[in-house]
Antibody, heavy 119, light 112 residues
Framework: QVQLVQSGAEVKKPGASVKVSCKVS????????MHWVRQAPGKGLEWMGG????????IYAQKFQGRVTMTEDTSTDTAYMELSSLRSEDTAVYYC????????????WGQGTLVTVSS | QSALTQPPSASGSPGQSVTISCTGT?????????VSWYQQHPGKAPKLMIY???KRPSGVPDRFSGSKSGNTASLTVSGLQAEDEADYYC????????????FGGGTKLTVL
């Protein structure tokens, strides 16, 4: 059973960066395809990017390209998502989620990390 | 504007059946049998309920079923129970397009 535990809530000023972590247990990070999905307050789900095993690389949603970086530390089984040049519209809950099937179905989710961008 | 279109709300009485639709295009829902459905209770993370159009992960009650016709996928909840009240989101693989996966805007299911 995969468990994903994310870092705590963050408050950032516009223009700053935020880095959210996602600690994996039950499996090793190398066995999983990790993705990041966000949800603005009262809004729907939005895929930000993740590892595509067919391509063998991390794919970022076009909307976030140039602003987002997803990395992994396999020594600690921890995944990271860093979003830069934050603006108020980036206020959201950010989730890490795993894709076991390889077809962008997300079977395990972290508890979510609220990032608030406010001056 | 979400890529997939869902009705904002649906409702039914306990024991009844409710069907939620999810309409996309031939580039996503109509092009692949990789439609998923997620249940989300307030303040909680989404939970996978259906994958590959109609398959249920272990532990998901068989009251939940999925289907697809053309560019429209559907989630049916039979024998509604109070705990089924939640938001439901569909998603679809979109091939080599970007984004690779698209979501619906969500449907609030109310058990009357």
């Amino acid at each position: 059973q995969v468990q994903l535990v994310q870092s705590g809530a963050e408050v950032k000023k516009p223009g700053a960066s935020v880095k959210v972590s996602c600690k994996v247990s039950g499996y090793t990070l190398t066995e999983l395809s990790m993705h990041w999905v966000r949800q603005a307050p009262g809004k729907g789900l939005e895929w930000m990017g993740g590892f595509d095993p067919e391509d063998g690389e991390t794919i970022y949603a076009q909307k976030f390209q140039g602003r987002v970086t997803m990395t992994e530390d396999t020594s600690t089984d921890t995944a990271y998502m860093e979003l830069s040049s934050l603006r108020s519209e980036d206020t959201a809950v950010y989730y890490c989620a795993t894709d076991s099937g390889g077809w962008y179905l997300f079977d395990y989710w972290g508890q979510g990390t609220l990032v608030t961008v406010s001056s | 504007q979400s890529a997939l279109t869902q009705p904002p709300s649906a409702s039914g009485s306990p024991g009844q059946s409710v069907t939620i639709s999810c309409t996309g295009t031939s580039s996503d829902v109509g092009g692949y049998n990789y439609v998923s459905w997620y249940q989300q209770h307030p303040g909680k993370a989404p939970k996978l309920m259906i994958y590959e159009v109609s398959k249920r992960p272990s532990g998901v009650p068989d009251r939940f079923s999925g289907s697809k016709s053309g560019n429209t996928a559907s989630l049916t909840v039979s024998g509604l129970q109070a705990e089924d009240e939640a938001d439901y989101y569909c998603s679809s693989y979109a091939g080599s397009n970007n984004p690779r996966v698209v979501f619906g805007g969500g449907t609030k299911l109310t058990v009357l």
